[in-house]
Structure formats: C-alpha cells, structure tokens
C-alpha cells in the first residue's frame, strides 16, 4: 500500500474551487485580528505552556456543559487515550465501543493498550446498545460510545449495563458539543466526555485541541497528572504521565469561539431540519429519524441512498456542481487495513457496512444559506430524474 502523507494538500487543493463547502474557516475567523490582539498580550506574559488562556476556557467549558471539572488537552484523541488510562486500561484489557467511527476511537483504545471490542449500530449509526451486553468478558474494562454527528446514543441503555456490570463509560463526544438527550448535555452522561476542537468540529480552534468532562474529582485529579508528565511542581514527579496540554494560543481561539457556540449550533440545527423537511420526500433517499427528546447539532448532516451502486456517483455529481459532498466514512473500523490483525471480516456487523455503502454528507454550518441548501436538494433531484 502505497503512503501519501501529503493527502490533506490535495484535498485542501481539490476542495477550494467549490462553492458550497464543509470548510467554512475563513468566514468564521474572518475577525481574526481580535484574536491577534489576545495573542500579543499572550507574548508578553510568554505564557505558552498551561497559561492563564487556558484556565478561562477551561472554567467557560465548564459552565456552558454544566461539569463540575474540565481538563483541556492536546487533542480529541489524547482526550479518549487519556480517559482510558485514567481508568487503569492497559495490555490486554478490552474496550467495547462501534466500529462506525473516526479512526481516533479505535486509534486512542490501541494506544491506551487495548483491544477494540465492536459492537454493530442501529439505524441512526449510533451502537446498538441491545447489543453491548453480549460482548461483555472478565478483560472488559470500559464502554466508549461514539454520539455520531452529534446525536447521543441510548445512554440510558447504556448506563444500565455500566452499572449492572461495573464498567466505566467514556463517552467520544467530539462531534457533540451541546447535544442534549432529555435535556441532559453530551459528556455528561459517563464516567468522563471527550471532546475535540478539531478545526471543523462545532467549537473549533486553530490546529488541535481537545478536553475532558467529568464530574468525580479523582478522575479529575489524575488527569490533570496525566497530561502534564504527571508533574505535581516543577521539581516533583508523582506518575509518569504524557504531554498532552492545550496550547494557550489555542485556548485563546477557543474562547474567542465560545462567543459563537450557541448561534453556531442553532444555525447547523435550522439548516439540517431544511434538509430534512425537502429532502423527506425523495423517495431514492433514506434519512434519520429525528426524535423529540434528542437535540442532534449535527457535526455531520447525512442521509443514505437506497440504492447503494449510485451513492458514488452522485457524491460525484454533486462535486461537478460545486456542491462539498462527502462521505464519512466509506471504510467501517472492523474492515480498515489496521484491524486486520482482530480477525474481523466483511458481514460481521451488517448495517455499519449498509450504511459505510450508501451514506453520504453535505455542509449545513452557518454559513450555509437557504440559496445553497436549494442548490443541494434541487442538484439531487436532478441527479435522480437522470438515473
């Protein structure tokens, strides 16, 4: 297999002529040079590792999630591989968690030491947690459910099984900043949440980010060990940890967005119910069905085709007409080159793979106006009448 590390430069190259697109940064930073004006006052104080930026996003995080503690790190991925380690998961052990996700799910459990345990998903490509159970052994030792797109999974199921068998929970909340299910915030619901400030994800910075969620001040505690070298002063080491901080000047950025979080959300939620509301009566294409007591923030608006031969062609098709179709993602977990090595094989969980086949993902952040949406559902039925 041959390894392209430069594929973002070709994507960033291939997506910068359309005209309805995913990346919508240069309009959300386009008052950029207030940030500047917070980073000159971050080079003066030269306090780049752990600054006070730091400390105000993170007690901002906290009241906005409603979390009695907030730990910022380096990243989304450090966010889950660190809330593993902080539950002792180490070689050997066993996380369950969907094979329908970002490779930095499965990526952070690996890392921690673990084996990825998949369990197949429901029709919302959320884990089917009817299903967890059955994959419960003495080496399982925490559950990760993924809130895919931004839509909480059945936690209350979950929860059950966490308590039933005394196995923590790690939510992967990275697509889910503000999602609520019965009014309850993503993150909220396990033994820690996960978060990414990924450039695209809803609250985003300038590179990567992440933080942590949780409400036991031991967890708490240990953490904030572990992403520092476990460094508890300058001169005294009391684990041995990792280096995993947020950068001030992404805290300072992430602040800057957290002005914007809540009119970001509910533009990215009016935007998908357009979709839903014209894109419903198409009957070539298959979408979620919302429910009441979920507010879905859609980190990803998604629908399948039934019929999963043309799913390519019109992610082309949309691309011609400048449309940023995308699809997230093609390849489940169980099947990437990576997991070869568990034995898992084409059939083993049937409607990830159903829905790996024929999803595809269109742009609904808030610079999406009703004109573009038009575009977007006028193109598909385009597409339709001439297949």
């Known amino acids: 297999m041959k390894i392209n590390n430069k594929f973002l430069l070709k994507q960033y190259a291939n997506d910068r002529n359309l005209e309805i697109k995913h990346n919508y940064l240069t309009n959300q930073f386009k008052d950029y040079k207030n940030i500047f004006k917070e980073i000159e006052k971050l080079i003066l104080s030269n306090e780049f590792t752990l600054g006070s930026p730091v400390n105000i996003f993170e007690k901002k995080i906290k009241t906005l ?32 968690t969907t094979p329908y996700t970002f490779y930095a799910t499965i990526g952070a459990i690996v890392t921690a030491g673990a084996k990825p345990i998949f369990v197949d998903t429901k029709e919302d490509y959320n884990i089917n947690a009817d299903e967890i159970e059955k994959k419960i052994t003495k080496k399982t030792k925490a559950i990760m459910p993924v809130h895919w797109s931004g839509r909480i999974c059945e936690m209350d199921k979950i929860k059950k099984i966490s308590k039933k068998y005394k196995l923590p929970i790690v939510e992967d909340a990275c697509h889910a900043i503000l999602a609520t299910r019965k009014k309850k915030l993503a993150g909220n619901f396990g033994d820690m949440g996960c978060f990414s400030l990924h450039p695209l994800k809803n609250l985003n910075v300038w590179g990567d980010g992440g933080f942590i969620l949780t409400n036991n001040k031991k967890y708490y505690d240990k953490l904030m060990l572990l992403r520092n070298h476990g460094l508890v002063s300058r001169n005294i080491n009391k684990i041995f940890g990792y280096n995993s901080r947020l950068d001030s000047i992404q805290a300072i950025v992430g602040v800057h967005l957290l002005k914007k979080i809540k009119h970001i959300t509910e533009n990215r939620i009016k935007n998908s119910h357009y979709l839903d509301k014209k894109l419903s ?87 999406i106006n009703r004109k573009q949406l038009d575009k977007m559902i006028k193109k598909i039925e385009e597409f339709y009448h001439e297949n």
């Open 65 to 96: 999630l409603k979390s009695k503690y907030v730990i910022s790190v380096g990243s989304g991925t450090d966010a889950l591989m660190l809330s593993l380690k902080c539950l002792g998961v180490k070689e050997g052990d066993e996380v369950i």
């Open 281 to 367: 009566k198409n009957q070539n294409l298959i979408l979620k069905e919302r429910k009441d007591f979920l507010r879905e923030v859609f980190h990803l608006y998604e629908f399948r085709v039934k019929n999963f031969l043309l799913r390519d062609k019109l992610v082309n098709y949309l691309r011609k007409n400048k449309i940023d179709a995308k699809i997230h993602y093609p390849v489940p977990m169980h099947l990437q080159p990576a997991s070869k090595l568990y034995g898992y094989k084409n059939g083993d969980f049937p409607v990830t793979e159903k829905i790996a086949k024929s999803t595809i993902s269109l742009p609904v952040h808030e610079f």
